[in-house]
Every structure is written in structure tokens, then in C-alpha cells.
């Protein structure tokens, strides 16, 4: 059985860092493009970031560029993001997703998402 | 904005059937880019409900279909329950923005 399991999110003054981790289990995690997508309270879905299996290759959209860093483990299974120099607008659950292959394809396994809440 | 666009909401009744839409631009869903619809009811994670345009995951009833030309793609649900009741977005990719794009989610409510 697949298990996408995010953790790491809590709450952190603007202009501060965090590290969102993702362990997933029940498939070949190296051979997979990893994401992470997230959702503002009452908002709908927005693709944050993508990497490929070996890690060799990363993607951001234009609203974290410079600021979250992808990367993946892949001897522990797990994709992370660091989150830095955070802002309000960066307030959102953040869930991890397996792409069905490359990163033009579906997400086909997500987590429960961790919830990230950028405040004074 | 979202670079793909849905309608905000449909409804309809039960046993009905319901379309909803997904526009794109010619960088992504008019590039040739595969279309892929999630479900997401309250509370919970998306879940993938189709790919590729019009493939079903093991699992998703086949009350529901997908199709796609040009830049428009389009999820039907014929036989509508209420457990249908959920946000519905479509999700491209998009070759300016090298990366995943999704559309603004559409509500679907059972009446």
C-alpha cells in the first residue's frame, strides 16, 4: 500500500524558515518526480514544486523562486522543502504528491498535507 | 488567475448529468499537453480521478469521463449522488512556466 506522509508545518513569523518533509513507502520512490502542492485557507490548489527521481532536476513556480528549495533523500524515501524568508501569503497546507512519471504527467499519490501558518 | 480556467460552480440533481470545463492557452493544454481532473471533498486531500485526458484510476466509477480538444478539456459525471458533492479541478502543464498548472477548481453541488 502507498503512504505519502508530510510532516513539519506549524507556525512561524514572517521572514522565517522551515523544512517540510515527506516519507512516502509502498513504491520505488527513486523512480518517481516528486511535488509539492499547496492550498490556501478557502482557496483552491496551486503547484509550488517538482523535482525529478535522481534529483537532478528541480522546478518552482514563479511566486517561491529564490526563496523554497526542493530536494529528495532518495536512501530515506523522502522529499523535503525548505521555506525560507516566509511570508503571509505563503500560509497554506502543503501537500506532497508523486507525479505518475515525469513532471508533465498527474499527480497520482498525495499526502494529508501539513498546514503552514505565516504570522506575527 | 489561474492560466486554466473552470467555471466557479455547477449543480445539479440527482441522476443528472453535469459537465465541467477546463480552458487552457496555447503553452500548455493547446501545446498538446495532457488534461487531469482531482476530486476534492471537504476536509480531505485531492485525489487523482482522471489522467491522461480520459483514463480512470482503478477505482473511479465510470459515471465519470473525461475529454479534451484544442485548449479544452471537459469532466462529465452522468448519474450524479450526492457524495459527488466536491471542489473539481483540472491540472496541465505549462512549457512557458516550465511547471504544473492548475485551474481555479470548480464547486459541484448536489441539489
Known amino acids: 500500500e502507498v503512504q505519502v506522509v508530510e510532516s513539519g508545518g506549524g507556525l512561524v513569523q514572517p521572514g522565517g524558515s522551515l523544512r517540510l518533509s515527506c516519507e512516502v513507502s509502498?513504491?520505488?520512490?527513486?523512480?518517481?518526480?516528486m511535488s509539492w502542492v499547496r492550498q490556501a485557507p478557502g482557496k483552491g490548489l496551486e503547484w509550488v514544486s517538482g523535482?525529478?527521481?535522481?534529483?537532478?532536476?528541480?522546478y518552482y513556480a514563479d511566486s517561491v523562486k529564490g526563496r523554497f528549495t526542493i530536494s529528495r533523500d532518495n536512501s530515506k524515501n523522502t522529499l523535503y522543502l525548505q521555506m525560507n524568508s516566509l511570508r503571509a501569503e505563503d500560509t497554506a497546507a502543503y501537500y506532497c504528491?508523486?507525479?505518475?512519471?515525469?513532471?508533465?504527467?498527474?499527480?497520482?499519490?498525495w499526502g494529508q498535507g501539513t498546514l503552514v501558518t505565516v504570522s506575527s | 488567475q489561474s492560466v486554466v480556467t473552470q467555471p466557479p460552480s455547477v449543480s445539479g440533481a440527482p441522476g443528472q448529468r453535469v459537465t465541467i470545463s477546463c480552458t487552457g492557452s496555447?503553452?500548455?493544454?493547446?501545446?498538446?499537453?495532457?488534461v487531469h481532473w482531482y476530486q476534492q471533498l471537504p476536509g480531505t486531500a485531492p485525489k487523482l480521478l482522471m489522467y491522461?485526458?480520459?483514463n480512470r484510476p482503478s477505482g473511479v466509477p465510470d459515471r465519470f469521463s473525461g475529454s479534451k480538444s484544442g485548449t479544452s478539456a471537459s469532466l462529465a459525471i452522468s448519474g450524479l449522488q450526492a457524495e459527488d458533492e466536491a471542489d473539481y479541478y483540472c491540472?496541465?502543464?505549462?512549457?512557458?512556466?516550465?511547471?504544473?498548472?492548475f485551474g481555479g477548481g470548480t464547486k459541484l453541488t448536489v441539489l
Open positions: 509502498g513504491f520505488t520512490f527513486s523512480s518517481y518526480a
Open positions: 491540472q496541465s502543464y505549462d512549457s512557458s512556466l516550465s511547471g504544473s498548472v
Open positions: 504528491a508523486s507525479y505518475m512519471t515525469t513532471v508533465t504527467t498527474s499527480f497520482d499519490c
Open positions: 496555447s503553452s500548455n493544454t493547446g501545446a498538446g499537453y495532457d
Open positions: 491522461g485526458n480520459n
Open positions: 523535482i525529478s527521481g535522481s534529483g537532478g532536476s528541480t
